[in-house]
């Protein structure tokens, strides 16, 4: 018999589900399910609403939820309003104050108040800071003091300016206990006041005027993430950041080319775990930076996104431990079939078949969700690829994302079943071609059979097409019905992605819509999405009852 548990103990298990985890991920972000404020400085909540709901109730409930549920509510802020809340500025007066000041972002008339005249850039300073100037510390830090995540998209400048005074009175930063800063603006100086040293992370693009981040200011410092900017060219800026970091854990530059000097820094971090770079510069002057065995001794996640497979392999030699990689996804421009094949014996021979769990090689860059879409490079030479030149992936058992997309990959039915006996654990698996060379195929229906049956974790499915008319029967899957249960070691049933859709199978699919639905359903027990929608249609009306009624 169960022992009764204490009221203390009650509280405590209740709070353990419904709080989110400090565990961090290995990319810089945390897992959580933590709620936060909208930009209106209403609490939400990121999974759902009935989370909020809870927490909120646990809040106004008793003394001893108030504390943990109020850490919850504001451990993610992602607007200002919620700052100038806590600081004693009322929303009505801030939204006033905003809408009067002449700013291309912001209406410049409040249509409730036609009356009110607008405000200078200077006015707009002056009464920003008289309204949060004598803001008490104690009241404002007992709120401020729980944020863990600061996503900022955008401030009017006089607001910025005006909290930049108030944290030199009070001679510490806004937010003290902030360990995430989300920055869609470019990083400068002028909003590193909300940051303490507790900070861990930073998000945001860079420019001429981003500061350095120094260990001394910032001891806990050691990640970072770069975005791409698409309107001009910043890898110089980056590079110039780069050289100036502390030693890093994770470094997120995927949008941006890397400069040989710039490398040259990132291979002395000996605690780096996580890097991601754009394109690898050509080391042909530098033979020597390759050596074996001595680079990045701590590193587990690998992502580039564009190499040459060739200097790729020296690469992975050059890794002082190769088989701690846990991800390693690979983009290039050009290659040939034997380079492509001596790619991958290098990966089965340095890397660890029980340690990687995510793979990717692509020519058309790596990519961080197996449903993005981008253009192939006309400047890529075609090459077909035998389903041989995939065999020594076979032992990595504990894959779980695995994106193959080359132009050409003459792939079937049986080199689907041997990836499915291979990898149980596979969650993502894509594997795509150019679509001008899918027609030829000799891919059927029938291969998701043994992915229904030795993959239950299965959750995005991308395969570029199928041939309808190869096998016995309509849609060519005579003879095969399910002789398992679906698996139920999951609390909840995972949802199936499936993409297979090729423009000229459209008729084929419309003729044999029925079947094909019927097929699906019987070997998977959730399909979220399927890239027809009649088909995708037809599978929730017959699940779902009812789904589409507007009524």
């Known amino acids: 018999m169960h022992r009764c548990l204490a009221v203390p103990e009650i509280f405590s298990e209740i709070l353990k589900d419904i709080l989110p985890s400090d565990e961090p991920r290995l990319n810089g972000t945390l897992t959580s399910d933590a709620c936060h404020l909208s930009l209106e400085g209403r609490p939400v909540v990121e999974s759902s609403e009935e989370l909020y709901q809870t927490l909120l109730a646990l809040a106004c409930t008793c003394k001893r939820f108030l504390e943990p549920s109020l850490d919850a509510l504001w451990r993610t802020v992602d607007s200002f ?30 249509p409730y108040h036609p009356h009110l ?118 890898n110089d800026v980056v590079s110039s ?23 040259e820094v990132i291979a002395a971090m000996s605690s780096l775990r996580s890097l991601s770079i754009g394109k690898f ?34 690469l992975l030699y050059a890794l002082e431990d190769p088989s701690a990689l846990r991800q390693l996804h690979v983009g290039y421009l050009s290659t040939t079939g034997a380079t492509l094949q001596k790619f991958m014996t290098t990966v089965a021979t340095r890397c660890s078949p029980i340690c990687l769990t995510r793979f990717t090689v692509s020519s058309n860059g790596p990519r961080r969700s197996a449903d993005a879409e981008l253009p192939y490079s006309s400047k890529i030479q075609p090459i077909a690829v035998q389903p041989a030149a995939l065999q020594p992936l076979l032992p990595f058992v504990n894959l779980e994302y695995l994106n193959i997309n080359v132009f050409t ?22 594997l795509n071609e150019h679509p001008e060379y899918i027609k030829s195929r000799n891919l059927t229906l029938r291969c998701l ?14 395969m570029g097409g199928f041939t309808f ?37 459209v008729g084929v699919i419309d003729r044999c819509l029925v079947d094909i639905a019927a097929y699906l359903m019987d070997i998977f027990p959730k399909i979220r999405y399927v890239d027809y929608h009649p088909l995708y249609f037809h599978i929730r009306d017959v699940r779902e009852p009812g789904w589409n009624d507007w009524k």
């Open 281 to 314: 510069p050509d080391l042909s002057s530098s033979p020597a930076f390759l050596s074996p065995g001595r680079l990045l001794p701590c590193l587990q996640e690998l992502l580039i996104g564009d190499i040459d497979l060739d200097l790729c392999t020296q």
């Open 409 to 430: 990959f003459n792939y079937d039915d049986g080199f689907v079943e041997s990836i499915a006996l291979a990898c149980p654990n596979i969650v993502t698996l894509c």
């Open 469 to 505: 008319a190869t096998g016995p029967g309509k849609i060519g899957v005579d003879g095969l019905s399910r002789t398992w249960t679906h698996d139920e070691r999951y609390d909840v049933v995972p949802g199936l992605s499936l993409h297979f859709l090729n423009s000229s199978q």
């Open 117 to 234: 005249s607008d405000l200078s850039e200077a006015q707009f300073k002056e009464l920003a800071l008289r309204l949060i100037i004598d803001a008490d510390y104690n009241k404002a830090q007992y709120y401020l003091s729980r944020i863990r995540i600061f996503k900022l998209h955008a401030i009017p400048s006089a607001l910025l300016w005006a909290v930049g005074e108030l944290s030199r009175k009070w001679g510490s930063p806004l937010l003290p206990n902030v360990r995430e800063l989300h920055l869609t603006p470019p990083l400068t100086k002028d909003y590193l006041i909300f940051c303490g040293r507790r900070l861990v992370h930073v998000s945001a693009p860079l420019s001429a005027d981003s500061p350095s981040l120094t260990t001394h200011s910032y001891p806990n410092f050691d990640s970072i993430y770069i975005p791409a900017d698409n309107t001009k060219d910043t």
């Open 241 to 263: 950041f780069i050289k100036n970091l502390p030693p890093m854990r994770v470094i997120d530059a995927v949008g941006c080319n890397s400069m040989p000097g710039t490398l």
């Open 81 to 110: 309003w919620p700052i100038f809340v806590a600081l004693g500025i009322s929303e009505r007066d801030l939204e006033e104050m905003i809408t009067r000041h002449r700013n291309p972002y912001y209406p410049r008339r409040n």
């Open 449 to 462: 059979y043994p992915l229904a049956k030795y993959c239950p974790r299965l959750e995005s499915l991308n």
